[in-house]
């Protein structure tokens, strides 16, 4: 009962008639990133979300020519509830642990990490020039099965993911300064910055929240 109480309250929530619009065919094969938590659970334990907007030369594009990053901000989770989160984020668990690809540019960071030090070295490994040989850094899972997808399947293009990986080891101090409280769990999303909104992923086009 406890889920089906859960459906009726997250379907009340969000009405998940909304504005699913061309998405709608693939609106119930969608999951949540992360659970949606009742609203007497203690706001310093709610999920937050780290968004990493895409610097690009033009957002109408496609492909999508990124030239690095423009903005990081810390928002909650899951945001506006004028959106269906679901269409927001399209997002769906990998098909597997070994899969180079994904849905979406949504990634899972896990619980903060408080310590500096240890956010740095869970990021980027034991050193910053070498995270793309450091298999259990962050950044070697978020540019393997994440985003280089984007580039080879031609969403962005070509050179695009090497300047979003400098620019992330460069803002590296960005990141661990949101991703520190052990009693959140955290997402990195990355998308774009349009009509003063931040657009969700992966098309970048159907969805702003503010």
């Known amino acids: 009962m406890g889920f089906l109480d859960g459906l009726i309250q997250t379907g009340q ?3 998940l008639q909304d504005d699913a619009r061309e998405l709608s065919d693939i609106a119930n094969y969608l999951e949540l990133p992360l659970d949606i938590l ?4 203690d706001p310093d334990r709610r999920p937050q ?27 909650d989770y899951p945001g506006n ?7 927001a984020y399209l997002y769906k668990d990998p098909v597997g642990s070994n899969v180079s ?3 979406s540019p949504v990634y899972k960071l896990g619980r903060g990490e408080p310590d500096h030090e240890s956010a740095i070295k869970a990021l980027i490994g034991n050193d910053e020039t070498i995270w793309h040989t450091s298999i259990k850094s ?6 393997k099965r994440v ?4 580039e080879n399947s031609h969403f962005f293009t070509k050179g695009s993911i090497d300047r979003l ?9 960005e990141i661990t300064r949101y991703w520190c409280d052990r009693k959140r769990s955290y997402l990195l999303v990355f998308g774009l910055i349009k009509n003063g909104g931040f657009v969700f992923p992966p098309r970048f086009k159907y969805q702003v929240q503010q």
């Open 38 to 41: 009742p609203d007497d659970i």
């Open 81 to 87: 509830p004028g959106i269906n989160p679901k269409i």
């Open 165 to 173: 990986m400098n620019d992330l080891v460069d803002e590296v101090g």
């Open 147 to 150: 985003l280089a997808d984007f």
């Open 13 to 15: 929530y969000y009405n």
């Open 49 to 75: 979300v780290i968004r990493v907007a895409l610097k690009v030369s033009d957002p109408d594009a496609t492909p999508l020519d990124v030239q690095g990053i423009e903005s990081i901000i810390l928002a």
């Open 101 to 103: 690809w994904g849905f």
């Open 138 to 143: 962050r950044f070697y899972k978020i540019h």
